[in-house]
C-alpha cells in the first residue's frame, strides 16, 4: 500500500463543511484501494488570523512544501479586510509552490440543469487552463495621494515569456490529449497589446510542436458571450489569470452551477505539491446552515487523485458524482452531508 502525505486546509465559511464532505469520499475511494493517505490538518484562516494576526507563515509554508498534495476549502471571510486571507494565504500559496497551471475543467453532466436552452452534455465539454502565477495577480502597482479626490490606484498586469510559453505548452499537452484537440487562446489582445501580443506569439511558437492540435483565437469579451451562446467553440482554452478566473465562475453557471466546479492548483514538475480546490469561495451568506453543495470539493479529490497517479480511484469518485447528478433532480433538497454521504456510498458500493 502506498502512502501520500495529504494537506488539508479547511479554511473559512462553508470551507470546512465542504472538505469534510470531500475527505469523506476520499476515505470510501482509499479504503477499498491499496492507497493510503496520511493527513495533516492546517489551522489558516479568518479564525488565526484573529488570533495571531498570521495568514500563512514561513513554518507553516515549509511544512507544506514537504507534503505530496493539497486540498483546500474555501477561504475569505466578512469580517476580516478583503484581500487579506485571498492574497496573504491563497495567492501566497499558489505563487509560493509555483502553481502555474489552474486547471479548471467546465463539464455539463448527464441530467444537470444548465440555464442555457437546447444544450446537452456534448455541448459543454471544455478545460480551461488559466494562468496562476501572473497577470495582475502579482500584486505589483500602488496607491498615491490615498483618501485625496487625485488618488491614482496603478494594479499591473505582470506577464513573462517564461511564465506565458509554460503554461500555454501545458494548454497543448492538454488539447493533444483530448478528442477535438482544439486550443483556443482567449486575451484581449485588442486592448492589451503588450501582453496580448507575448501570448500570441508564444502560442505560435509552441503551436509547431503540436501540429496535431487546431488553435484559435477570441477575446475575452466575445468569449464570454459564446460561453451562452455557443459552449461548443471551446475545447481547451488558454488564458491569463484574471480572465480565467471570472471565464470559469460563469463556466460553472452554464454547466450547473458553482457547487460543481473543480479546480487543480498545478505544479507540473512537482517542485512543490499542488494543491485541489473547489472554484467557489466561503459563501459567507450560506456557511453553517449545511446547504453548501460538496460536490465541487468532490471532482476536486478527484483531480487530486489522478494528480498522484491514482487513475482508477479517480474514476470511482467521477462515476458516483455522475450517477449522483443523474439522480438529484428527482431527489429535492438535500444537505451537505446528505449529498457527501450519498456519493462516499456510491464509491464503496
Ligand atoms: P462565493 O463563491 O463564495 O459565493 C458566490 C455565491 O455562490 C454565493 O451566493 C454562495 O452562496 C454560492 N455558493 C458558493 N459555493 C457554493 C456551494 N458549494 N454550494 C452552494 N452555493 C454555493 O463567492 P463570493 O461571494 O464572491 O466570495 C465570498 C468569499 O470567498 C470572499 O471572501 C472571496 O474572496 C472568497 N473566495 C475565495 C475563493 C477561494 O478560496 N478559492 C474563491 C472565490 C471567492
Ligand atoms: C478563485 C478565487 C480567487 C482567485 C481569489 C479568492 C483570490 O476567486 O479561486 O477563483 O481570484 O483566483
Ligand atoms: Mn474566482
Not at 472538505?19 to 495533516?40: C, Q
Not at 496573504?88 to 505563487?95: K, P, T
Not at 494548454?171 to 497589446?193: G, I, M, Q
Not at 446547504?291 to 465541487?296: E, I, R, S, V
Request: glycine share 10%; net charge negative; hydrophobic share 40%.
Amino acid at each position: 500500500s502506498r502512502s501520500i502525505r495529504l494537506a488539508v486546509i479547511p479554511g473559512d465559511g462553508i470551507g470546512p463543511e465542504v472538505v469534510s464532505e470531500g475527505l469523506k469520499v476520499l476515505d470510501a475511494v482509499a479504503s477499498s484501494g491499496d492507497l493510503t493517505f496520511e493527513r495533516t490538518s492546517y489551522d489558516l484562516g479568518a479564525a488565526r488570523w484573529h488570533r495571531t494576526g498570521e495568514t500563512l507563515p514561513d513554518s507553516v509554508l515549509e511544512e507544506l512544501r514537504g507534503q505530496a498534495v493539497i486540498l483546500l476549502g474555501a477561504v475569505g471571510d466578512p469580517g476580516v479586510p478583503s484581500g487579506t486571507l485571498e492574497r496573504g494565504l491563497l495567492l501566497r500559496a499558489r505563487f509560493e509552490l509555483d502553481h502555474y497551471v489552474n486547471l479548471r475543467p467546465v463539464r455539463l453532466y448527464p441530467g444537470v440543469a444548465t440555464p442555457l436552452a437546447g444544450v446537452t452534455p456534448e455541448d459543454i465539454d471544455m478545460v480551461v487552463v488559466r494562468e496562476g502565477t501572473e497577470g495582475p495577480y502579482t500584486g505589483v502597482g500602488g496607491v498615491l495621494r490615498k483618501d485625496t479626490p487625485h488618488e491614482v490606484a496603478t494594479q499591473e498586469s505582470v506577464n513573462t515569456a517564461y511564465g506565458v510559453e509554460r503554461v500555454i505548452r501545458y494548454a497543448f499537452e492538454v488539447a493533444a490529449s483530448r478528442p477535438r484537440r482544439k486550443l483556443t487562446l482567449v486575451h484581449k489582445d485588442n486592448v492589451l497589446t503588450f501582453a496580448g501580443d507575448l501570448y500570441q506569439r508564444a502560442l505560435k511558437r509552441v503551436a509547431a510542436e503540436f501540429p496535431q492540435v487546431t488553435t484559435d483565437y477570441c477575446h475575452v469579451d466575445a468569449a464570454t458571450m459564446f460561453f451562452v451562446s455557443q459552449p461548443r467553440r471551446f475545447d481547451v482554452i488558454v488564458t491569463d489569470n484574471l480572465f480565467g478566473d471570472i471565464i470559469t465562475d460563469l463556466g460553472a453557471a452554464v454547466a450547473g452551477g458553482i457547487g460543481l466546479a473543480a479546480s487543480g492548483n498545478v505544479n507540473p514538475g512537482r517542485t512543490a505539491p499542488s494543491m485541489f480546490e473547489p472554484v467557489h469561495g466561503s459563501a459567507p451568506d450560506i456557511a453553517g446552515q449545511g446547504k453548501a453543495d460538496p460536490t465541487a470539493t468532490i471532482l476536486s479529490v478527484a483531480m487530486l487523485l489522478d494528480h498522484v497517479g491514482a487513475a482508477d480511484a479517480a474514476r470511482r469518485v467521477e462515476r458516483a458524482v455522475s450517477d449522483d447528478l443523474a439522480e438529484r433532480a428527482a431527489l429535492g433538497a438535500r444537505s451537505t452531508t446528505q449529498i457527501g454521504d450519498a456519493i462516499a456510498k456510491r464509491v464503496s458500493g
